[in-house]
């Protein structure tokens, strides 16, 4: 599987049905290591620790976390070069492939969240809370990102 597509799944998209029982489905340590390969280019560079709040979706993160999820959407396209500006398509062209989501909603979710943060200026606090918007709206679709295991 491409390494891209894999930690895009895990940022954004890589959801299933809600289930209280199931078991941890990814490793942390193994996670880490896969998006470290993305993290040469990123200013400032993380350390393993931004990273691993980045994967456990914290909602005060860092600000070292913060700006490696604008890192990230820079690389995988999903926000334009100047950092405050989503590229909505692409957010629903990839998720639309890798997910049980529609497309019109998908786009309805990516639209909703890029109007929630459209006034912030401060591209790594606009990254972040994109992210947390997307969270947000898919769990109350009852989706949710795989577990993450410590």
Request: with cysteine; hydrophobic share 35%; proline share 3%.
């Amino acid at each position: 599987m491409n390494i891209k597509i894999l930690c895009f799944m895990i940022l954004f998209v890589s959801l299933t049905k809600a289930d209280e029982d199931a078991e941890p489905l990814l490793d942390m340590d193994d996670m880490i290591e896969v998006f470290e390969t993305y993290t040469s280019n990123c200013e400032p560079k993380p350390k393993k620790e931004h990273i691993k709040e980045m994967l456990l979706k914290k909602r005060n993160p860092q600000r070292e976390t913060k700006c490696l999820r604008l890192c990230l959407m820079k690389q995988f396209e999903m926000i334009n070069e100047s950092g405050i500006e989503i590229v909505i398509e692409n957010v629903v062209e990839f998720s639309h492939n890798h997910t049980q989501i529609k497309a019109k909603e998908l786009k309805e979710i990516a639209e909703i969240c890029a109007e929630n943060v459209k006034n912030l200026t401060d591209n790594c606090e606009f990254a972040h809370l994109y992210d947390q918007c997307l969270v947000e709206e898919l769990e109350k679709r009852g989706l949710k990102f795989p577990e993450i295991k410590e």
